[in-house]
């Protein structure tokens, strides 16, 4: 089986990294491109208990035709959102969503 911490931190970089790099609008094509791509995530994630828990969480959210794929700043705080519920599963810290542009966007690298 994959290195579920390896990989999750792998995941984590690729995706808040997306969502900070997203149009701050989006286009139609691009918001259905987008939700289209979190549907994959929950469905491909080598993590299988994870992706459960991720299809789950977000059914809770309102399933993906709820996600804010609207522009850059809806997006990120989703993926944090998602982050931090994961976060809390695991007994670890919970994250400031409004750093979220710092840490991934303009911050220096860790
Ligand atoms: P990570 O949690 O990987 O975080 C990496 C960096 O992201 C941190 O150093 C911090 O700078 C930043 N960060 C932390 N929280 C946030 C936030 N909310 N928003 C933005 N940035 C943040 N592991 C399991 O054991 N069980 C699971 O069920 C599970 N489900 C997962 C589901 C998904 C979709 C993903 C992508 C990963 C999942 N993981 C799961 C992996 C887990 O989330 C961690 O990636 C792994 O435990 C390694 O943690 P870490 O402490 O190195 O930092």
New binding site residues.
Partial sequence: PPD??EL??A??TF??TTAAYYPATATPAQQTSMRAFIAA?GDF?P?S??AT??REKMRQAGGVRDVDVSGRDGLEKW??D???E??R??G?QV?D?RK?GE??RDGPD?
């Fill in positions: 579920v911490a999750g931190r995941t984590w995706l808040h995530l994630y993590c208990w994870c828990d991720f993926f944090c998602r982050h931090n994961v976060n599963k695991l670890k994250f969503c979220v840490r991934w860790d």
